[in-house]
């Protein structure tokens, strides 16, 4: 069995025990675990039991690490250690090691923060904060909150025995779970001298230890010499009073008595207490049987060692009982000078057994010293694993709805997918956007096949079939994503069309009624509507189908229902801009203020009438304003112009004097904004001068010149003007004022000059025409 009584060496990181019986037989056990190694019958050396799995695919990322660790020792290592041993203990012989005999022990794993959790004691639970369990079962790992609440946490899980082998070279094995990060620091880190996976060994041997130790030294003569001078005369002595005696005389060193106890507070020492005690209380009768003889000699029997044990406590019950009495000794006077030796040595001790443990602890070393020493490759040790095996992938597509069912009026998507020569369809509606479908894989090689064939049928919902399909189908299309998603604007679009009025007079025209339609008859389209607009809702949104989007030319025609009964249809417009914008029919309006400059003192009333004439456009219109000395304000004349080029207003006035006379002023015309009436005005003519309608360009004209002139000698009137006209559109005017209506033609020739520089003129010719046309021909 172990002694533990030193001296203990420790030999190159070995610990080594004597025994308690054999001088030559010593224990060991290594200070620190290594990795166990095992021999390579094709390389022809030993390698470590360690393997890091990494891996990685869709089902997640992360490794295994496995390695199996001991606390043994090699045998020349330990030959060399016992040849050491023989020196440093100077040994005849060369000492004898064995193992470290163990009766129980546990083993710990420490990596990257998480660690094996405390083992619970018998029948317990494990501690707090872990999920391990004790006696071979699996544990995980015990990492902290700090690191579980934010960050990677490394270590995700660790397996392992509770227990070491507790035999041999006590080997255990790991299997440790990691995540991705945990994975990189451990492959990185046990490329380094000393790796991350920290091995704590408890374990637990029984050993031979002392117990205690009672030595008594008496000097006889001091003894005797005392006990006479105290005990002497007396006859009957008491037994307290005799250990009285004896303790003056261990106090004046006559009897040196000494008591070690080797047995620390705390421990299970009621046992070896008793012990001592009993050697203790043996050592006392010794004197006390020397030196007294009992008054009353008790029953005569042979005491064993219980007796012995208790004597001291029955003397102190049978004091307690009698008073005394039962305790009664007298001196017995002997000359141990003449019949022992004057001196008198006592040595009394036991050793115990015990139950002790031992740690070896350490960090394993690295691969780094394996690889360099060995000549090893990293890549034995550390095995990439790819999850995704083809063999087991699923060839899968899922399929996604891009279609705005609400604002194309889409019912439903029918989408027919073939995989291989397996085929199989998808109905995605408003409440079901998103399917998906598998395949067991095809493989071209190591690789999965990932082509997909398929096509959709896309059909409408509250659809005229006379207008427009309803429903369209794509061609056959391949892919090879996993998202397929489904856009069937791809096949169509819908060109929204915004109809809106802008600035328009409600009060004219209280509803706008627009026809549209769009037609492709290649592609069968055939779309029709018809909006109203109102003050209320002055804008509509036209949504067009559309197959080509290369055509998307559309008409429309504008119905303007009048406020009094009488409507304006326009024609039919053709248009590519995606817009229709309403405004007033008639935007240009002509307005014309009258002012009566007239002396109401002389003049009672003034009468204007006033003639707005449009033949091309079937408009004539007309109005009466009247002004007196009561009502002498200026009055306008309004109208509505559908040709802007045409501004010219008609106006004839009549003037009543108070005296009962009248002057008339003949019909005259303006292009002003005003019209100054005075009771001499005289009448003023305005003629327009156009060119007969033709292509200059092809009759090669390149201007007309007009002269006109007006005279009237009797009146002392006399106007001539010139008008150049370049284009067909042009527009010449001639002013002149006139006296007699009877006297109001004017004479006018033209020249129609060409490009080649050549000109054709006309003779002087009279006219009273307001629009005058130029013949070019």
């Not at 037989?25 to 290594?34: D, E, I, S, T």
């Not at 405390?118 to 700090?146: E, I, L, M, R, V």
Request: net charge negative; aromatic share 10%.
């Amino acid at each position: 069995m172990i002694y533990l009584k030193g001296p203990f060496p420790i030999i190159n990181g070995v610990s080594l025990m004597p025994d308690h019986e054999d001088p030559n037989w010593f224990y060991y056990m290594p200070l620190a675990p290594r990795l166990t190694q095992a021999l390579d019958a094709g390389a022809g050396q030993k390698v470590p039991q360690l393997q890091l799995l990494k891996f990685r695919g869709t089902a997640g990322s992360g490794g295994f690490l496995n390695f199996d660790c001991n606390v043994g020792i090699d045998g020349p290592q330990l030959d060399d250690i016992a040849e050491e041993l023989k020196r440093m203990m100077h040994l005849r012989e060369t000492p004898k090691l064995g193992p470290l005999p163990l009766v129980g022990g546990t083993v710990r794993l420490l990596l990257l923060g998480a660690s094996t959790p405390d083992q619970p004691a018998s029948g317990g639970k494990p501690a707090a904060g872990s999920s391990g369990s004790s006696g071979g079962s699996s544990s995980s790992s015990s990492a902290t909150a700090a690191a579980a609440a934010a960050g990677p946490k490394f270590v995700t899980r660790i397996d392992q025995s509770a227990h070491p082998a507790l035999y041999g070279d006590n080997q255990a094995t790991f299997s440790v779970a990691l995540d991705a990060p945990g994975v990189t620091v451990l492959e990185q880190a046990l490329q380094g001298e000393m790796s991350p996976i920290g091995i704590v060994y408890s374990l637990d041997y029984l050993g031979l230890r002392p117990a205690y130790k009672v030595h008594l030294h008496i000097d006889w003569d001091r003894v005797q010499k005392s006990l006479d001078e105290q005990f002497g005369a007396s006859f009957i002595f008491f037994s307290s009073q005799i250990d009285t005696a004896v303790d003056k005389l261990v106090e004046n060193r006559a009897i040196q008595m000494e008591v070690d106890t080797f047995v620390p507070e705390g421990e299970d020492d009621s046992s070896v207490i008793a012990s001592r005690d009993r050697a203790v209380q043996e050592v006392r009768e010794m004197i006390t049987n020397a030196f007294f003889q009992p008054s009353i000699d008790p029953t005569k029997h042979g005491p064993d060692g219980w007796d012995k044990a208790g004597q001291f406590a029955e003397r102190l019950s049978g004091l307690a009982a009698t008073g005394g009495l039962g305790g009664c000794f007298s001196y017995k006077k002997t000359d141990y000078t003449r019949i022992d030796k004057k001196m008198l040595d006592v040595n009394m001790s036991e050793r115990t057994t015990v139950r002790r443990s031992i740690y070896p602890q350490g960090h394993l070393a690295g691969l780094f010293q394996v690889l360099r020493d060995q000549h090893l490759d990293l890549n034995r040790f550390v095995v990439p694993v790819n999850l995704d095996d083809p063999w087991f992938q699923r060839r899968q597509v899922n399929v996604i709805s891009r279609a705005n069912f609400d604002e194309d009026s889409v019912n439903s998507l029918n989408v027919q997918l073939r995989y291989g020569n397996d085929g199989k369809s998808v109905l995605l509606e408003p409440n079901h956007l998103t399917d998906k479908v598998d395949w067991a894989s095809n493989l071209d090689g190591n690789s999965v096949k990932r082509d997909v064939s398929y096509q959709y049928t896309v059909s409408f919902k509250s659809v005229d079939g006379t207008q427009r399909p309803p429903s369209i189908d794509s061609p056959l299309l391949n892919t090879q994503t996993d998202n397929l998603e489904i856009d069937p604007r791809r096949l169509y679009s819908i060109i929204h069309v915004p109809i809106t009025a802008v600035g328009f007079p409600w009060q004219k025209y209280p509803t706008v009624q627009v026809q549209v339609r769009y037609t492709d008859e290649q592609n069968g389209l055939r779309e029709q509507q018809s909006f109203l607009l109102n003050s209320d809702r002055t804008s509509q949104d036209w949504k067009v189908f559309v197959l080509n989007r290369q055509s998307t030319t559309f008409e429309y025609k504008l119905i303007f229902r009048g406020a009094d009964g009488h409507d304006l249809e326009k024609a039919w417009v053709s248009t590519d801009q995606q817009q229709i914008i309403i405004r007033d029919p008639f935007p240009s309006s002509r307005k014309v203020d009258v002012v009566a400059n007239v002396s109401w003192d002389k003049v009672q009333n003034v009468f204007v009438d006033l003639f707005y004439d449009d033949p091309a456009n079937n408009i004539s219109q007309q109005s009466s304003l009247s002004f007196s000395k009561t009502d002498p304000m200026p009055k306008s004349f309004s109208v509505e112009m559908r040709d802007p080029s045409r501004r010219r207003v008609a106006y004839e006035s009549t003037v009543l004097f108070t005296d009962g006379r009248m002057v008339q002023v003949p019909r005259s015309y303006t292009l002003d904004a005003r019209i100054i009436v005075r009771s001499d005005s005289k009448g003023h003519k305005i003629v327009n001068i156009r060119p007969q309608a033709a292509d200059f360009a092809d009759l090669k004209i390149k201007q007309i010149v007009v002269q006109a002139k007006y005279e009237d000698l009797g009146n002392g009137l006399s106007f001539a003007g010139q008008s150049v006209l370049t284009k067909p559109e042009s527009v010449g005017t001639f002013e002149f004022d006139y006296v007699d209506p009877n006297q109001s033609k004017y004479s006018y020739q033209a020249s129609v000059q060409f490009t080649n520089g050549l000109s054709r003129d006309t003779d002087w010719q009279t006219s009273d025409d307001a629009d005058l046309v130029i013949a070019v021909m």
